[in-house]
């Protein structure tokens, strides 16, 4: 009743109009003849038929009714009448084609014409059932039509599509039919007709369908069903069940084309991430990582100064809570990418955070506490089989063990040391349990028109190393939105605050590697224990009293307002402005105490203490205008922008000496000398212009075009700008009538197909000007010196890969199986490398453009189903893989070029060209290579492919849970790859079984005697003998590298949520507990360590158990 009386007032017009109508047509009833006759004039050139009769409609009110089934509208007429009548003209434009017009009540009816003389005409007339007119209109859940939807007649091909006000004419043979009603992003309907002579109103509710889901592309938004480009999601449900402390890290085996190389676990350390292989010999192959519309500086995987440790490297993206993200996107094809022209050649990654929610105030307050720990150890020999392997080493050497230190055989593990003791240094080093604990506050609330959000959080991670070491990080974030009453103003800003401290380990993990029966430790009064039996040994705890201590502040701001100057129910103009601004502040400070230094060696220890401050800062201005129009039922929108970017990078690196209190190495003011004072200054310059124009025709024809301008002050003058651009285009071919009749079960399906041409600067400043830099030492005459650095070198340009991808997506059973396949080439050429200079010339290369070509390829493969969907039930999987391919196709004179051996012609840039062994020979005992030309010696003929480092396929599975307020998930990661292993670690370190270190008991398969098959050559204590000599040979051969597939399970999470209301409170509040794992166990027959690393003496990835609480007020 109150609806009636709130709508009384427009209610009455509308009756009052519907009266008329009804009056009206009764009196136009009688007089058909008139209508008929009623004359028109127009004069059309190259117009569709379509187009036509919309011209007759207006000049004489008449509807016109006609099956686009039988009357293609896409021919274009050239037609002109003056003062014809209306039913005459209507004969002249489709007689031709076999149609026939007649004029009934208000309709203009178009028809086949009958065939046959005309008493078969007459007869037929006599004996044709009659048909029924049918007019309604289709509207979504809020009133709003839905032009383009389109209109079945159950059990025919009768297909029809509603017009732009959502009206639809059709003929029926049956006085009830059945109508299937459907429209792109919303459920079907069939509806039932009951009266043919009333007007028909449907309303289709949307589909809640992760095809709808709004995806984040470049400069706006779309959805998976209407997107022409490719472009992955990983939500913000998925990404906090990851106990990790780097938000990519949840990337992991979810993104089809996407691998995440890790070097280490330590906390805070960066990573390799690769989109789709590589298209680059020497630039960055990073993706571009935009966080809220702001480009984080390019060099920001890694950006400490000091060390270059694998251990103690750090990257930047662990300063983002996962807590803090809502999404994050992962752009991949030229559609999708090439409007961010230079800078989106390897894809990008956008991250987009939390924004406050109208309503009632909305709390979530979450702790977590965990343990992480190693789970891929060696498997290190005990006491006994250690010195088993050095006697016999000895022995094979032909030397005799001795006491004295310089003797060839000296062995004080085996004459000194008690040979009783036994140590697991393993475990010592990296067997210790690393606490983590995380606490998060979430605050969102508002009105319609303004929201707000605050959320701070605290994480703190400690290491599995023996030692009080930890990562600590601090974050902060707001947002604030608002838009006016009347929808034309929007205001956005968002800022994003975070700071760590990371007390790393800089040093690898070869104190794991110590005798088992080495000296302890600590003496009898808790000092490090430096000598035992009266010879000195390097105790390796002492490598835990240096610090590496790295921190690091970084601000995102970021404020953008639009303003819609025209703004009406067929178009939209706006204004836009995007501003933002990131900095980032690294301090440094990497300490050598004289606690560490055994006191044996030297008579004057002194302390050494370093300093490095490296600062990023970043100014983004874009400028954009944007229009949309609804031009019947297709839609246009056009952007246009101009981008504006400075960079800064300011860094400086201070060495103090000669400490004689370890208290004061935190200092300068303790140094005697200051050893060295480096400092360097970067800026980097970058503007753009950029448009985008979308072609959306009744949401089944959809057309993407964008173009970029970029300038980049990263090269010389002459080649400062060039051009990048993209065409996509899709066909949701499943919203045909034809699809929708013969293929019910087929809810979506959709091609599509891309092409465009993307560039890459990502290079170091100034490579095209003349450098110098002071040249280290002491001074000359009092004056600094200078020496050069590099030549000028104007005439590199840009990289450019041209991209082409061609999709198919599927959708079965109303998208509860959603399927997509997609090919992609990359083609890279105008390649840059290093060029080899004279040495009379005084430097070793320059960068030049080379005319090579590097293509990357593949095939991507990514399926989602909801295998159970009930009321308390739910149960969805999915599974992805990616097959890439990167391959060199062109390198003008490689044969010739100091490159002869690294590249191959048809193989990937990544290719293992390496000598081929033959394992151990049976008869010397020494690795057996194989010499095809017979020549006595490996000359580059002896080179072969053995295959290369790129996976030969990757990809990830999921699995989600959910009954009743228990969940249940767990996501995985598998790899098909080729890595270095366990003897090639050895082999560089010069670590040969027999030598003073522990070895994994892989090497017990070893030659003893001759006759003998097995996998490692025979014992040698000797750093000159033949095993030593092999050592270049083998590190290019076969034998150090092995298979490192793996199947990862990357994560589990549990949880169970139970309502805290009380029962007269209609507040949400809820409890949840919760557990989530990450790393949980490795499956491989990869046996010398974690195969994700390849590296035994970095620190591997921690397997890592959480537990905690989340509350929440909704």
């Given at each position: 009743m ?7 007032s427009?209610?009455y017009?509308?009756?009052l109009?519907?009266?008329s109508?009804?009056l ?8 058909t ?5 009623k004359?028109v004039?127009?004069s059309?050139?190259?117009t569709?038929l379509?187009?036509i009769?919309?011209t007759?409609?207006k ?9 686009k ?6 021919e ?16 002249r434009?489709?007689n031709?084609k076999g149609?026939?017009c ?7 009816l178009?028809?086949?014409t009958?065939?046959?003389t ?7 007339a006599a004996?044709?059932p ?8 289709v509207?979504d ?9 389109t ?9 029809y599509?509603a ?6 004419f059709?003929?029926?043979g ?17 509806y ?5 002579d ?7 509710r949307?589909q ?7 995806v984040?592309?470049a400069?706006?938004t ?7 480009g ?5 939500a ?7 106990p990790?402390?780097n ?5 992991q085996g979810?993104?089809p ?10 906390p805070g350390?960066?990573l390799?991430?690769?989109?789709r292989?590589?298209?680059s010999?020497l ?9 809220d ?7 920001s ?9 694998p251990n103690?490297?750090?990257g ?7 807590m803090?993200i809502?999404s994050?996107?992962?752009?991949k094809?030229a ?7 230079s ?6 990654i956008v991250?987009?955070?939390?924004r406050g929610?109208?309503?009632k105030?909305?709390?979530r307050?979450d702790?977590?506490?965990?343990v992480s ?9 005990n006491?006994?089989q250690?010195?088993?392997?050095r006697?016999e ?20 593990d085996i ?6 003791r036994?140590?697991d240094?393993q475990?010592?080093?990296i067997?210790?349990n690393?606490?983590t604990?995380?606490?998060?506050l979430y ?8 929201q ?7 994480y ?9 070491m ?8 707001f947002?604030f939105?608002?838009r006016?009453?009347?929808n034309?103003?929007?205001?956005g800003?968002?800022?994003n605050y975070?700071?760590d401290r ?17 000296p302890?430790?600590?003496d009898?009064n808790n000092?490090l224990?430096?000598i ?5 040994f390097?105790?390796p ?5 240096k610090?590496?201590?790295h ?5 995102i701001?970021n ?8 703004r009406d129910?067929?178009q939209?103009f ?15 400070n990497?300490?050598?105490p004289?606690a560490?230094q055994?006191?044996?060696?030297t ?5 050494t203490?370093s ?7 970043s100014?983004?201005?874009?400028p954009q ?6 031009i019947k ?9 101009v981008?504006f970017?400075y960079?800064?990078?300011?860094s400086?690196t ?18 005697a000398?200051?050893?060295s ?6 800026e980097?310059?970058?503007g753009?212009?950029f448009?985008r124009?979308?072609y959306k025709l009744r949401n089944?024809?959809?057309?993407n075009?964008s173009?970029r ?5 990263k090269?010389g003058?002459?080649h400062r ?5 993209s ?15 013969q293929l019910?079960f087929l809810?979506?399906?959709k091609?599509?197909?891309?092409f ?6 990502q290079i170091a400043d100034?490579?095209f000007?003349d ?12 004056t ?5 650095d590099?030549?000028?070198?104007p ?5 450019r ?5 061609a999709?198919?997506?599927?959708g079965?059973?109303?998208?509860r199986?959603i ?7 990359n083609?890279?050429?105008n ?13 070793n290369s ?7 070509l ?11 189903s909801?295998?159970?969907k009930s009321k308390s ?9 990616s097959i ?6 062109r390198?003008?004179?490689l044969a010739n070029s ?12 990544n ?8 394992g ?6 020494y ?13 580059p003929?002896?080179?072969?492919v053995?295959?290369n ?14 009954y009743r307020?228990?969940?249940?998930s767990?996501?995985?990661?598998f790899r098909k790859q080729?890595?270095?292993?366990y003897l ?9 079984p027999?030598?003073m270190?522990?070895?994994s ?8 005697q ?6 490692y050559?025979k ?10 000599r092999?050592?270049?040979?083998i590190l290019s051969?076969s ?10 399970f990357r994560?589990?999470a549990?949880?169970?949520t139970?309502?805290?209301r009380?029962?007269k409170d209609k507040?949400?509040t ?8 990450q790393n949980?166990f490795?499956i491989?027959k990869?046996?010398e360590?974690?195969?994700e690393?390849?590296?035994f003496?970095?620190?591997?990835p921690l397997?890592?158990?959480a537990?905690?609480?989340r509350?929440?007020?909704?």
């Open positions: 109150q609806l009636y009386k709130r709508h009384a427009a209610l017009p509308m009756l109009l519907q009266f109508l009804y009206s047509t009764a009196v136009i009833a009688q007089d003849s008139s209508l008929a006759a004359k004039s127009f059309v050139h190259n569709t379509h187009d009769f919309d007759i409609a000049q004489t009110g008449l509807r016109i009714n006609y099956s089934e039988l009357l293609d509208d896409r274009e007429y050239s037609f002109r009448t003056a003062n014809e009548p209306v039913l005459a003209v209507a004969n434009l489709v031709k149609f026939t007649k004029v009934e009540g208000l309709m203009l178009v028809f086949k009958p065939t046959g005309d008493n078969q005409v007459t007869e037929r004996t044709t009659k048909t029924f007119r049918l007019h309604g209109q509207l859940s809020t009133g709003i039509p839905l032009p383009g939807a209109i079945l007649i159950k059990g025919t091909h009768k297909g599509t017009k732009e006000d959502g009206q639809f059709l003929s029926a049956d006085p009830h039919p059945i109508l299937l009603i459907s429209y792109t992003g919303y459920g079907a309907e069939e039932p007709v009951t009266d043919p009333k007007d028909i109103t449907v309303v289709l949307r809640l369908s992760p095809l709808d889901e709004t984040i592309i400069y706006g779309t959805s998976k069903r209407l997107n022409t490719n472009v992955a999601k990983v913000a449900i998925d990404i906090e069940k990851y990790v402390s938000p990519l890290f949840t990337l979810r993104v084309g996407l691998t995440i190389y890790q070097f280490s676990g330590a350390t960066p390799d991430i690769r989109l292989v590589q298209n010999f630039s960055n192959n990073t993706p571009l990582i935009v966080v519309g702001i480009p984080l500086p390019a060099g995987q890694n950006i400490n100064l000091l060390t270059a440790h103690s490297n750090v930047l993206y662990s300063i983002f809570n996962n803090d809502a994050i996107e992962v752009l094809d559609d999708a990418t090439a409007i961010y022209g800078r989106g050649g390897n894809g990008v991250i987009t955070t939390k929610v109208a309503g105030l909305k709390v307050a702790y977590t506490m965990g720990q190693v789970s891929n150890k060696l498997r290190l020999l006491t006994q250690y010195l088993k392997v006697r080493a000895f022995s094979n050497d032909g030397l005799k063990i001795s006491k004295m230190p310089g003797d060839p055989g000296y062995a004080p004459l000194s040391w008690d040979t009783t036994y140590t240094w475990k010592w080093q067997g210790g690393a606490p604990n995380n606490a998060n605050l969102s609330g508002g009105n319609e028109t303004t707000m959000m605050v959320s701070l959080g605290y703190r991670e400690g290491t599995v190393y023996p030692s009080d930890a990562y600590l990080r601090g974050t902060a974030s947002s939105n608002h006016s009453a009347d034309r103003f929007r205001l800003v968002y800022t975070a700071k990371n007390a790393m380990f800089n040093s690898s993990l070869t104190a794991m590697l110590s005798p088992p029966d080495a302890q430790l600590y009898k000092q224990n430096w035992e039996g009266n010879e000195p390097q105790n705890a002492a490598e835990y009293l610090a590496y201590i921190e690091k502040e970084n601000q701001v404020f953008n307002a639009e303003y819609s100057i025209i129910t067929q939209d706006k204004i836009k402005f995007n501003l933002g601004y990131n900095s980032t502040l690294a301090n440094e990497l300490r050598i004289k560490s055994n006191p044996y060696l008579d004057n220890i002194t302390g203490s300093f490095g401050t490296n600062n990023f800062k100014y983004l201005a874009e205008a944007e229009y949309y129009r609804r039922n297709a839609e246009l929108i056009i952007l246009a922008g981008s970017q960079t800064s990078n300011y400086s201070i060495v103090g000496q000669g400490y004689t209190n370890d208290a004061l190495l935190s200092s300068l003011d303790g140094a000398m200051i050893a004072n480096l400092t360097n200054r970067l980097y310059k970058y753009a212009a448009g124009v979308t089944k024809y959809i057309a075009l173009g301008r970029d300038g980049s002050s090269f003058p002459e700008f060039s051009n990048f651009g065409l996509g285009a899709a066909w949701i071919f499943s919203e045909e009538p034809f699809i929708k009749e019910s809810s979506f399906g091609l599509r197909s891309s465009g041409v993307t560039g890459n600067d100034y490579k000007l450098t110098w830099s002071p040249t280290l030492g002491n001074p000359y005459q009092n600094t010196t200078m020496q050069p590099a030549l000028f070198n005439a590199y340009t840009w990289e890969t041209k991209k082409i991808e999709a198919l997506e599927l079965f059973f109303k998208d199986l399927a997509s396949f997609a090919y992609f080439r083609r890279s050429d390649q840059l490398i290093k060029y080899s200079l004279p040495l009379q010339t005084g430097f320059i960068l030049k453009n080379f005319n090579a590097v293509q990357s390829s593949g095939w991507e493969f990514a399926i989602t909801d295998l159970i039930l739910t149960l969805n999987a999915a599974f992805n893989i890439p391919r990167n391959k060199l196709l390198f003008d004179n100091s490159y002869a051996g690294t590249y191959v012609i048809g193989e990937s840039l290719v293992l060209y390496k000598l081929q062994s033959g151990v020979s049976p008869d010397s005992g690795f057996k290579l194989r010499d095809t030309d017979g020549n006595g010696h490996y000359t003929s002896d080179y072969k053995i295959g480092l790129d996976p030969v396929y990757h990809g990830g599975f999921q699995l989600n849970l959910q307020r228990l969940s249940f767990i996501a995985g990661e080729m890595v270095q292993n090639y670690r050895t082999y560089l370190n010069s670590f040969f027999g030598m270190v522990n070895q008991d892989l090497v017990l398969d070893h030659w003893q001759k006759g003998d098959i097995a996998k050559p014992y040698s204590t000797k750093p000159t003998g033949d095993v030593y092999q050592k270049p040979d051969s034998e150090a590298y092995s298979d490192g597939s793996f199947l990862k994560n589990v549990v949880s169970y139970m309502d805290m009380k029962r507040t949400p809820q409890l949840t507990i919760f557990c989530n794992t949980l490795t491989s990869y046996k360590g974690d195969p690393v390849a590296d003496l970095s620190l591997p397997r890592t158990f537990g905690g609480i509350f929440s007020i909704q």
